[in-house]
């Protein structure tokens, strides 16, 4: 048996058939980490990036548990947006369908968007062992007591940073309070924000922490530019990116929701044709943006970070930081938009000073970064920005240099100052033409 297969885990004829059918050969590595401690029943805190595998990851032990004599809800999993929401439950639908379990294990999807009352009625013809949704209506369900959620086995809070900063972790707070407390507690997140322990505090105890380093922050086929905004507006220098490409899609990110509408009308303002996508739009108001994206309406979108996790957009060529993120792990999630699947992607990044020590983390971590500026549709390669502290710093080393080769005269004469001087002036020309040669 190799050592990273899934037939080393404990798991069911059933799931072995779930993988089979999904193809998959070898454990991604948060599935080698989750799996384990999942298929026990601990408690944990996945911490990884968006297509790492986890929606397996926590799948796979959740469904091994799947007792079909029981006519109650067995797990649920809530997610930050419909749209993730969604594609969760395609994955869960497209497992039962592999385990050739249709017409024992009931899957239901509860999102916002739809008839509140047909879902009532719906959930009172057949009781799901299933429930896969955003806490909004998870919670509204359990309200109207169409779903009873105390004896499930297991929580799945995918995408919790996010959850927190759309405001839905009060929702999961109240689903979480009717339900068994000793649940197990499946918590993914890319970030684990301050604001976030209490919560963690609160539902679990001693819960194992995975953490999942990605060797490469983004795809090699990826593109990384740097544009100086220089006290320019945002939109003028977008607008003169605008006329040197030709996006399938390009996604223009902000940070927050006023900023993104602000930069819309901006470009719309000076004549570019822009949608826009945020947590503040309505549920209608989403579908029908991406709806528009779909069939092509749009070659720009402004958007929040709900775009960079939340929302599956297809065929993203461009990605625009009209504002640069606050944390590195931000930066690899809006990037993370393009270069899909082996494609080419270009990350155009729209920079001030305080952005620089981010930068410099992003380079830490392999990233390599090309410096341009943008005039009249057309690009022009300029210095890096740490290109003249490392001229200075390389020039006083030379100066220092060329001092320390001074001969210093045993006896002190008149004008032996000057003499020095002019000996370091000499020096320091014979070591600059040697530099310049090795270039």
Not at 420 to 426: F, L, M, Q, R, Y
């Amino acid at each position: 048996m190799s050592k990273h297969t899934f037939d080393q885990y404990a798991i069911t004829s059933t799931v072995s058939r779930i993988v089979e059918g999904l193809g998959f050969k070898t454990p991604t590595p948060i599935q080698q980490q989750v799996l384990p401690p999942a298929l026990r029943g601990e408690s944990l805190i996945g911490q990884s990036h968006t297509g790492s595998g986890k929606t397996h990851a926590y799948l796979l032990p959740l469904l091994n548990k799947m007792d079909e004599s029981l006519d109650e809800v067995q797990f649920v999993i809530t997610a930050p947006t419909r749209e993730l929401a969604i594609q969760i439950h395609e994955e869960v639908k497209k497992a039962i369908r592999f385990a050739g379990k249709e017409e024992a294990w009931l899957s239901k999807l509860l999102i916002g968007g739809t008839d509140k009352q047909k879902m009532v009625d719906k959930l009172a013809s057949r009781k799901p062992h299933i429930v896969v949704g955003t806490p909004g209506r998870i919670l509204d369900m359990v309200k109207e007591e169409a779903v009873d959620l105390y004896h499930a086995k297991g929580f799945v809070l995918d995408e919790a940073d996010l959850m927190l900063d759309l405001g839905f972790i009060e929702e999961v707070d109240q689903i979480l309070v009717r339900m068994d407390e000793n649940v197990q507690m499946l918590v993914f997140s890319a970030t684990i924000p301050e604001r976030l322990q209490p919560f963690l505090k609160k539902y679990l105890t001693n819960p194992v922490h995975i953490q999942i380093e990605d060797d490469k922050p983004s795809p090699e086929t990826m593109e990384h530019r740097l544009v100086p905004l220089r006290h320019k507006d945002p939109a003028d220098v977008i607008i003169e990116i605008s006329k040197s490409i030709q996006p399938y899609l390009a996604i223009i990110f902000t940070n927050g929701k006023k900023h993104a509408d602000q930069l819309a009308d901006d470009l719309i303002s000076r004549g570019l044709e822009v949608g826009v996508l945020h947590g503040g739009l309505s549920p209608r108001e989403r579908k029908r943006m991406l709806k528009e994206l779909q069939s092509l309406r749009y070659q720009y979108i402004v958007a929040t970070d709900l775009a960079s996790r939340g929302i599956d957009i297809q065929g993203v060529s461009h990605v625009i930081n009209a504002q640069m993120p606050k944390e590195e792990e931000f930066y690899v999630h809006r990037v993370g938009r393009t270069a899909r699947a082996g494609l080419q992607g270009t990350a155009i990044n729209l920079y001030k000073e305080s952005d620089l020590p981010l930068i410099q983390k992003l380079e830490k971590k392999g990233l390599t970064f090309e410096f341009y500026e943008v005039k009249n549709g057309e690009w022009k390669e300029i210095n890096a920005y740490n290109e003249r502290q490392n001229r200075e710093r390389r020039t006083s080393d030379i100066e220092r240099k060329a001092k320390q080769m001074v001969r210093k005269p045993k006896k002190v004469k008149p004008g032996y100052k000057k003499k020095i001087k002019k000996e370091a002036s000499k020096n320091l020309r014979k070591l600059k033409r040697e530099s310049y040669k090795r270039k």
